[in-house]
Protein backbone atom coordinates (compact mmCIF):
# COMPACT_ATOMS: atom_id res chain seq x y z
CA UNK A 1 0.00 0.00 0.00
CA UNK A 2 3.31 2.41 0.98
CA UNK A 3 3.38 2.22 -3.29
CA UNK A 4 0.51 4.54 -3.89
CA UNK A 5 -0.07 6.61 -0.85
CA UNK A 6 -3.17 9.35 -0.23
CA UNK A 7 -3.33 11.99 -3.03
CA UNK A 8 -2.55 15.40 -1.70
CA UNK A 9 -5.68 16.42 -4.00
CA UNK A 10 -7.75 14.44 -1.40
CA UNK A 11 -7.38 17.61 0.89
CA UNK A 12 -8.84 19.59 -1.21
CA UNK A 13 -11.36 17.58 -2.00
CA UNK A 14 -11.97 17.14 1.80
CA UNK A 15 -11.93 21.13 2.46
CA UNK A 16 -14.74 21.16 -0.39
CA UNK A 17 -16.88 18.72 1.28
CA UNK A 18 -16.15 20.48 4.31
CA UNK A 19 -17.10 23.80 3.15
CA UNK A 20 -20.24 22.62 1.59
CA UNK A 21 -21.80 20.58 4.49
CA UNK A 22 -21.29 24.21 6.16
CA UNK A 23 -23.52 25.49 3.79
CA UNK A 24 -20.98 27.21 1.67
CA UNK A 25 -22.28 28.55 -1.41
CA UNK A 26 -19.66 26.32 -3.83
CA UNK A 27 -19.59 26.07 -7.27
CA UNK A 28 -18.43 22.45 -7.55
CA UNK A 29 -16.46 21.77 -10.93
CA UNK A 30 -14.07 19.08 -9.41
CA UNK A 31 -16.51 16.31 -10.06
CA UNK A 32 -15.86 13.44 -12.69
CA UNK A 33 -19.79 12.31 -13.27
CA UNK A 34 -22.62 13.62 -15.45
CA UNK A 35 -25.14 15.66 -13.42
CA UNK A 36 -28.18 14.35 -15.94
CA UNK A 37 -30.30 11.70 -13.95
CA UNK A 38 -29.81 7.62 -14.76
CA UNK A 39 -32.46 7.23 -18.24
CA UNK A 40 -35.93 6.25 -16.64
CA UNK A 41 -35.67 3.16 -18.61
CA UNK A 42 -32.76 1.89 -16.64
CA UNK A 43 -34.47 2.74 -13.43
CA UNK A 44 -38.02 1.05 -14.38
CA UNK A 45 -35.99 -2.22 -15.42
CA UNK A 46 -34.15 -2.25 -11.72
CA UNK A 47 -37.01 -1.78 -10.11
CA UNK A 48 -38.92 -4.26 -11.48
CA UNK A 49 -36.09 -6.86 -11.50
CA UNK A 50 -36.06 -5.85 -7.65
CA UNK A 51 -39.57 -6.21 -7.56
CA UNK A 52 -39.52 -9.69 -9.25
CA UNK A 53 -36.98 -10.96 -6.44
CA UNK A 54 -33.62 -10.64 -9.52
CA UNK A 55 -31.65 -9.92 -5.90
CA UNK A 56 -29.27 -13.50 -5.65
CA UNK A 57 -25.88 -13.75 -7.00
CA UNK A 58 -25.29 -14.31 -10.84
CA UNK A 59 -23.03 -16.09 -12.21
CA UNK A 60 -19.81 -14.36 -11.90
CA UNK A 61 -18.91 -12.64 -15.07
CA UNK A 62 -22.32 -11.46 -15.25
CA UNK A 63 -25.67 -11.79 -16.55
CA UNK A 64 -25.24 -14.28 -20.01
CA UNK A 65 -27.74 -11.50 -21.28
CA UNK A 66 -25.61 -8.23 -20.59
CA UNK A 67 -22.53 -10.05 -21.93
CA UNK A 68 -24.33 -11.07 -24.67
CA UNK A 69 -25.73 -7.37 -25.71
CA UNK A 70 -22.45 -5.82 -24.88
CA UNK A 71 -20.73 -7.68 -27.14
CA UNK A 72 -23.07 -7.78 -29.83
CA UNK A 73 -23.16 -3.94 -29.78
CA UNK A 74 -19.27 -3.67 -30.67
CA UNK A 75 -19.89 -6.23 -33.14
CA UNK A 76 -22.51 -4.29 -34.62
CA UNK A 77 -20.46 -1.29 -34.81
CA UNK A 78 -17.40 -1.93 -35.42
CA UNK A 79 -17.04 -5.81 -36.55
CA UNK A 80 -15.51 -7.22 -33.40
CA UNK A 81 -15.14 -10.83 -33.36
CA UNK A 82 -15.99 -11.09 -29.27
CA UNK A 83 -18.67 -13.10 -28.03
CA UNK A 84 -20.46 -12.97 -24.46
CA UNK A 85 -18.11 -15.48 -23.63
CA UNK A 86 -14.77 -12.60 -24.29
CA UNK A 87 -16.58 -10.32 -22.11
CA UNK A 88 -16.94 -9.47 -18.40
CA UNK A 89 -19.41 -7.36 -16.67
CA UNK A 90 -17.13 -5.51 -13.84
CA UNK A 91 -17.99 -3.42 -11.12
CA UNK A 92 -17.72 -0.80 -12.94
CA UNK A 93 -14.93 -0.12 -15.46
CA UNK A 94 -12.46 0.83 -12.42
CA UNK A 95 -12.70 -3.13 -10.99
CA UNK A 96 -12.59 -4.14 -14.90
CA UNK A 97 -9.04 -2.58 -15.21
CA UNK A 98 -7.59 -3.43 -11.68
CA UNK A 99 -8.76 -6.71 -12.85
CA UNK A 100 -6.72 -6.59 -15.61
CA UNK A 101 -3.76 -5.38 -14.29
CA UNK A 102 -3.68 -7.98 -11.78
CA UNK A 103 -3.73 -10.61 -14.60
CA UNK A 104 -0.94 -8.93 -16.65
CA UNK A 105 1.52 -6.98 -13.92
CA UNK A 106 3.84 -8.26 -11.72
CA UNK A 107 7.91 -7.36 -10.03
CA UNK A 108 9.99 -6.62 -13.30
CA UNK A 109 7.10 -5.66 -15.73
CA UNK A 110 6.29 -2.66 -17.21
CA UNK A 111 2.81 -1.15 -18.73
CA UNK A 112 3.86 2.11 -21.19
CA UNK A 113 0.96 4.78 -20.66
CA UNK A 114 0.08 8.20 -22.11
CA UNK A 115 0.32 11.28 -19.31
CA UNK A 116 -1.36 13.34 -17.80
CA UNK A 117 -3.60 10.37 -16.73
CA UNK A 118 -6.29 9.41 -14.28
CA UNK A 119 -4.98 8.84 -11.08
CA UNK A 120 -6.33 4.97 -10.69
CA UNK A 121 -4.49 4.03 -13.45
CA UNK A 122 -1.09 4.05 -12.65
CA UNK A 123 -1.98 3.33 -8.74
CA UNK A 124 -3.61 -0.14 -10.04
CA UNK A 125 -0.49 -0.75 -11.97
CA UNK A 126 1.76 -0.35 -9.15
CA UNK A 127 -0.80 -2.30 -6.97
CA UNK A 128 -0.49 -5.24 -8.81
CA UNK A 129 3.16 -4.77 -8.35
CA UNK A 130 3.92 -3.77 -11.99
CA UNK A 131 5.72 -0.46 -12.96
CA UNK A 132 3.71 2.50 -14.55
CA UNK A 133 5.97 3.97 -17.77
CA UNK A 134 4.46 7.35 -18.11
CA UNK A 135 4.58 9.00 -21.53
CA UNK A 136 4.28 12.42 -21.54
CA UNK A 137 1.50 14.20 -24.29
CA UNK A 138 1.64 17.51 -24.79
CA UNK A 139 -1.19 20.97 -24.84
CA UNK A 140 0.17 22.33 -27.87
CA UNK A 141 -1.43 19.53 -30.11
CA UNK A 142 -4.70 18.97 -27.76
CA UNK A 143 -2.94 15.88 -25.34
CA UNK A 144 -3.26 13.61 -28.93
CA UNK A 145 -1.73 10.40 -28.35
CA UNK A 146 1.13 9.34 -30.66
CA UNK A 147 2.17 5.39 -31.40
CA UNK A 148 5.32 6.83 -32.36
CA UNK A 149 6.11 7.81 -29.09
CA UNK A 150 3.80 5.03 -26.51
CA UNK A 151 6.11 2.82 -28.85
CA UNK A 152 9.44 4.07 -28.07
CA UNK A 153 8.90 3.78 -24.33
CA UNK A 154 8.58 -0.44 -24.79
CA UNK A 155 11.51 -2.25 -23.38
CA UNK A 156 11.97 -5.85 -23.40
CA UNK A 157 10.21 -5.81 -19.63
CA UNK A 158 7.09 -3.91 -21.40
CA UNK A 159 3.75 -6.59 -21.15
CA UNK A 160 0.87 -3.70 -22.68
CA UNK A 161 0.24 -0.16 -24.03
CA UNK A 162 -2.32 1.26 -21.73
CA UNK A 163 -3.96 3.99 -23.16
CA UNK A 164 -7.54 6.35 -22.67
CA UNK A 165 -9.04 8.12 -24.83
CA UNK A 166 -11.21 10.13 -25.03
CA UNK A 167 -8.92 11.31 -21.61
CA UNK A 168 -9.46 11.81 -18.52
CA UNK A 169 -8.52 14.66 -17.53
CA UNK A 170 -7.12 16.15 -21.02
CA UNK A 171 -9.97 15.29 -23.05
CA UNK A 172 -7.11 14.05 -25.51
CA UNK A 173 -7.49 11.52 -28.38
CA UNK A 174 -5.86 9.21 -30.25
CA UNK A 175 -6.68 9.41 -34.12
CA UNK A 176 -8.01 6.46 -36.23
CA UNK A 177 -4.79 6.27 -37.83
CA UNK A 178 -2.44 6.38 -34.92
CA UNK A 179 -4.82 3.85 -33.42
CA UNK A 180 -4.14 1.32 -36.00
CA UNK A 181 0.29 2.16 -36.04
CA UNK A 182 0.10 1.34 -32.15
CA UNK A 183 -1.60 -2.16 -32.66
CA UNK A 184 0.10 -3.11 -35.44
CA UNK A 185 3.50 -2.28 -33.30
CA UNK A 186 2.16 -3.49 -30.75
CA UNK A 187 1.35 -6.74 -32.10
CA UNK A 188 4.91 -6.77 -33.63
CA UNK A 189 6.40 -6.72 -30.17
CA UNK A 190 4.19 -9.08 -28.87
CA UNK A 191 2.56 -6.67 -26.65
CA UNK A 192 -1.03 -6.12 -25.77
CA UNK A 193 -2.99 -2.76 -26.12
CA UNK A 194 -5.41 -1.84 -23.47
CA UNK A 195 -7.94 0.43 -24.28
CA UNK A 196 -9.76 2.09 -21.33
CA UNK A 197 -12.58 3.37 -23.16
CA UNK A 198 -15.06 4.69 -20.63
CA UNK A 199 -15.96 8.06 -22.18
CA UNK A 200 -15.76 6.48 -26.45
CA UNK A 201 -19.02 7.77 -26.20
CA UNK A 202 -18.47 11.20 -25.29
CA UNK A 203 -16.36 12.64 -28.38
CA UNK A 204 -16.97 16.28 -29.88
CA UNK A 205 -17.52 17.82 -33.22
CA UNK A 206 -18.79 14.90 -34.31
CA UNK A 207 -15.47 13.41 -34.56
CA UNK A 208 -15.08 9.35 -35.11
CA UNK A 209 -13.93 7.67 -32.28
CA UNK A 210 -10.54 5.25 -32.70
CA UNK A 211 -11.79 2.38 -30.82
CA UNK A 212 -10.03 -1.04 -30.70
CA UNK A 213 -12.89 -3.18 -31.24
CA UNK A 214 -12.69 -2.01 -34.99
CA UNK A 215 -9.40 -3.68 -34.92
CA UNK A 216 -9.99 -6.68 -32.41
CA UNK A 217 -10.60 -8.93 -36.22
CA UNK A 218 -7.33 -8.18 -37.49
CA UNK A 219 -5.35 -8.04 -34.17
CA UNK A 220 -7.57 -10.29 -31.66
CA UNK A 221 -4.49 -11.11 -29.50
CA UNK A 222 -3.61 -7.91 -29.04
CA UNK A 223 -6.33 -5.98 -27.74
CA UNK A 224 -8.17 -5.41 -25.01
CA UNK A 225 -11.23 -3.13 -24.17
CA UNK A 226 -12.16 -1.72 -21.03
CA UNK A 227 -15.42 0.44 -20.64
CA UNK A 228 -18.33 1.32 -18.88
CA UNK A 229 -22.03 2.32 -18.47
CA UNK A 230 -20.99 5.15 -15.78
CA UNK A 231 -20.32 8.04 -18.00
CA UNK A 232 -22.49 7.12 -20.89
CA UNK A 233 -25.69 6.72 -19.07
CA UNK A 234 -25.34 8.89 -16.33
CA UNK A 235 -24.59 5.40 -14.53
CA UNK A 236 -22.05 6.08 -12.02
CA UNK A 237 -23.23 4.97 -8.52
CA UNK A 238 -24.83 1.74 -10.49
CA UNK A 239 -20.99 0.42 -10.80
CA UNK A 240 -21.28 -1.81 -14.17
CA UNK A 241 -18.39 -1.90 -16.10
CA UNK A 242 -17.15 -4.38 -18.82
CA UNK A 243 -13.94 -5.99 -20.04
CA UNK A 244 -13.33 -7.26 -23.93
CA UNK A 245 -10.25 -9.38 -24.97
CA UNK A 246 -8.19 -12.35 -25.61
CA UNK A 247 -9.43 -15.80 -24.16
CA UNK A 248 -6.31 -16.23 -22.27
CA UNK A 249 -7.03 -12.73 -20.34
CA UNK A 250 -10.29 -12.87 -19.89
CA UNK A 251 -10.31 -16.29 -18.08
CA UNK A 252 -7.31 -14.19 -15.73
CA UNK A 253 -10.06 -11.39 -15.36
CA UNK A 254 -12.80 -13.80 -14.63
CA UNK A 255 -10.09 -15.33 -12.10
CA UNK A 256 -9.48 -12.28 -10.46
CA UNK A 257 -13.11 -11.43 -10.58
CA UNK A 258 -14.41 -14.82 -8.75
CA UNK A 259 -11.82 -13.80 -5.88
CA UNK A 260 -12.65 -10.36 -5.33
CA UNK A 261 -16.05 -9.22 -6.12
CA UNK A 262 -17.99 -12.27 -7.81
CA UNK A 263 -20.30 -10.30 -9.83
CA UNK A 264 -21.89 -7.45 -10.45
CA UNK A 265 -25.15 -6.52 -8.46
CA UNK A 266 -28.08 -8.32 -9.68
CA UNK A 267 -30.49 -5.85 -10.54
CA UNK A 268 -28.17 -3.10 -11.50
CA UNK A 269 -27.18 -5.51 -14.69
CA UNK A 270 -31.15 -5.28 -15.74
CA UNK A 271 -30.82 -1.92 -15.45
CA UNK A 272 -27.50 -1.86 -17.53
CA UNK A 273 -28.85 -3.86 -20.09
CA UNK A 274 -32.11 -1.79 -20.74
CA UNK A 275 -29.71 1.23 -20.82
CA UNK A 276 -27.82 -0.34 -23.83
CA UNK A 277 -31.12 -1.40 -25.98
CA UNK A 278 -33.55 1.87 -25.53
CA UNK A 279 -31.53 4.63 -23.69
CA UNK A 280 -29.42 5.66 -26.80
CA UNK A 281 -31.85 8.56 -27.83
CA UNK A 282 -30.49 9.95 -24.22
CA UNK A 283 -27.02 9.54 -25.02
CA UNK A 284 -27.28 11.34 -28.00
CA UNK A 285 -29.25 14.24 -26.34
CA UNK A 286 -26.94 14.24 -23.29
CA UNK A 287 -23.60 14.32 -25.72
CA UNK A 288 -25.63 17.80 -27.51
CA UNK A 289 -25.63 19.11 -24.00
CA UNK A 290 -22.03 18.61 -23.32
CA UNK A 291 -21.02 20.15 -26.50
CA UNK A 292 -22.57 23.28 -25.88
CA UNK A 293 -21.06 23.51 -22.54
CA UNK A 294 -17.64 22.43 -23.67
CA UNK A 295 -18.51 25.59 -25.97
CA UNK A 296 -19.64 27.34 -23.44
CA UNK A 297 -16.38 27.25 -20.81
CA UNK A 298 -13.29 26.91 -22.90
CA UNK A 299 -13.48 30.16 -24.76
CA UNK A 300 -14.22 31.82 -21.62
CA UNK A 301 -11.64 30.04 -19.65
CA UNK A 302 -8.89 31.51 -22.16
CA UNK A 303 -10.39 34.98 -21.75
CA UNK A 304 -9.18 34.81 -18.23
CA UNK A 305 -5.94 36.07 -17.59
CA UNK A 306 -3.01 33.20 -16.80
CA UNK A 307 -5.09 30.60 -18.25
CA UNK A 308 -4.85 28.67 -21.64
CA UNK A 309 -6.87 25.70 -22.21
CA UNK A 310 -6.89 23.54 -25.52
CA UNK A 311 -10.69 22.43 -26.35
CA UNK A 312 -11.29 19.08 -25.38
CA UNK A 313 -11.57 16.13 -28.40
CA UNK A 314 -13.68 14.19 -25.36
CA UNK A 315 -15.03 13.35 -22.36
CA UNK A 316 -16.25 16.27 -19.80
CA UNK A 317 -13.33 18.13 -18.82
CA UNK A 318 -11.26 21.13 -19.30
CA UNK A 319 -7.87 21.11 -18.43
CA UNK A 320 -6.06 24.54 -18.70
CA UNK A 321 -2.71 25.37 -18.19
CA UNK A 322 -2.86 27.36 -15.09
CA UNK A 323 1.17 28.86 -14.17
CA UNK A 324 -0.10 32.33 -15.66
CA UNK A 325 -3.01 32.25 -12.63
CA UNK A 326 0.09 30.77 -10.18
CA UNK A 327 1.45 33.56 -7.77
CA UNK A 328 3.60 33.84 -4.23
CA UNK A 329 1.95 30.94 -2.03
CA UNK A 330 0.20 29.58 -5.06
CA UNK A 331 2.82 28.03 -6.91
CA UNK A 332 1.40 24.77 -7.13
CA UNK A 333 -2.01 23.33 -8.63
CA UNK A 334 -3.06 22.19 -5.02
CA UNK A 335 -1.83 25.95 -3.61
CA UNK A 336 -4.11 27.10 -6.82
CA UNK A 337 -7.12 25.06 -6.41
CA UNK A 338 -7.23 25.60 -2.53
CA UNK A 339 -7.00 29.33 -3.17
CA UNK A 340 -9.57 28.91 -5.66
CA UNK A 341 -11.77 27.25 -2.78
CA UNK A 342 -11.41 29.43 -0.25
CA UNK A 343 -11.38 32.94 -2.37
CA UNK A 344 -13.81 32.04 -5.29
CA UNK A 345 -15.90 29.37 -4.00
CA UNK A 346 -14.95 27.21 -6.90
CA UNK A 347 -13.51 23.94 -6.89
CA UNK A 348 -11.27 21.96 -8.88
CA UNK A 349 -9.09 19.75 -9.29
CA UNK A 350 -5.43 20.16 -9.29
CA UNK A 351 -3.32 18.90 -12.41
CA UNK A 352 -0.64 16.94 -9.96
CA UNK A 353 -3.12 14.05 -9.17
CA UNK A 354 -3.06 13.20 -12.72
CA UNK A 355 0.49 14.09 -12.90
CA UNK A 356 0.37 17.53 -14.62
CA UNK A 357 1.19 20.16 -11.82
CA UNK A 358 0.98 22.94 -14.42
CA UNK A 359 -2.92 22.49 -14.71
CA UNK A 360 -6.20 22.35 -13.04
CA UNK A 361 -9.17 20.00 -14.25
CA UNK A 362 -12.90 21.53 -14.62
CA UNK A 363 -15.54 19.46 -14.90
CA UNK A 364 -17.86 20.47 -17.29
CA UNK A 365 -20.55 18.14 -16.30
CA UNK A 366 -22.70 20.78 -15.06
CA UNK A 367 -25.25 23.75 -16.04
CA UNK A 368 -24.00 26.09 -18.14
CA UNK A 369 -25.69 28.54 -15.17
CA UNK A 370 -23.06 27.15 -12.49
CA UNK A 371 -20.67 27.19 -15.71
CA UNK A 372 -20.86 30.72 -15.84
CA UNK A 373 -20.99 31.51 -12.04
CA UNK A 374 -17.74 29.37 -11.85
CA UNK A 375 -16.25 31.40 -14.62
CA UNK A 376 -17.23 34.81 -12.96
CA UNK A 377 -16.07 33.75 -9.50
CA UNK A 378 -12.61 32.57 -10.36
CA UNK A 379 -11.89 35.71 -12.52
CA UNK A 380 -12.79 37.79 -9.86
CA UNK A 381 -10.98 36.05 -7.46
CA UNK A 382 -7.42 36.46 -9.55
CA UNK A 383 -8.55 39.93 -10.69
CA UNK A 384 -8.77 40.75 -6.77
CA UNK A 385 -5.63 39.14 -6.01
CA UNK A 386 -3.75 40.44 -8.46
CA UNK A 387 -4.86 44.05 -7.91
CA UNK A 388 -3.56 43.56 -4.13
CA UNK A 389 -0.26 41.88 -5.50
N1 LIG B 1 -11.44 5.28 -16.54
C1 LIG B 1 -11.37 6.60 -16.44
C2 LIG B 1 -10.43 7.36 -17.28
C3 LIG B 1 -12.20 7.27 -15.52
O1 LIG B 1 -12.15 8.60 -15.41
C4 LIG B 1 -13.09 6.52 -14.71
C5 LIG B 1 -13.92 7.18 -13.70
O2 LIG B 1 -13.73 8.30 -13.32
C6 LIG B 1 -13.11 5.13 -14.89
C7 LIG B 1 -12.27 4.54 -15.81
C8 LIG B 1 -13.98 4.22 -14.10
O3 LIG B 1 -15.29 4.58 -13.98
P1 LIG B 1 -16.36 3.55 -13.36
O4 LIG B 1 -15.63 2.68 -12.40
O5 LIG B 1 -17.38 4.40 -12.73
O6 LIG B 1 -16.87 2.76 -14.52
Known amino acids: MSRVGESATLKVARRALALKRQGVDLVD ?14 VEAACAALRDGFTKYTAGSGTPELRGAVAEQFRARFGSPWSAAETVISVGGKAGLFEIAMAIAEPGVEIVLPSPCWVSLPAQIELAGGTPVLVPTSPDDGFALHADALLAATTERTRAILINSPSNPTGGLISPPELRALVEGAAARGLLVIADETYARLVY ?45 IAAVENVQSHVTSNPTSFAMIGALAALEHAEPEVERMLAIYQERRDFLVPRLNAIPGLTCAPPGGAFYAFPRATGAFAPGRSTSVEL ?23 IRLSFATSLEELGRGIERISAALARSNAIA
Not at 35 to 41: E, G, L, M, N, W
Open 29 to 42: LGAGEPDFPTPQVA
Open 337 to 359: AEFLLEEARVAVVPGSAFGADDH
Open 205 to 249: DGARIATVAALAAEFPDSVALAGSFSKTYAMTGWRVGYVLGPPEL
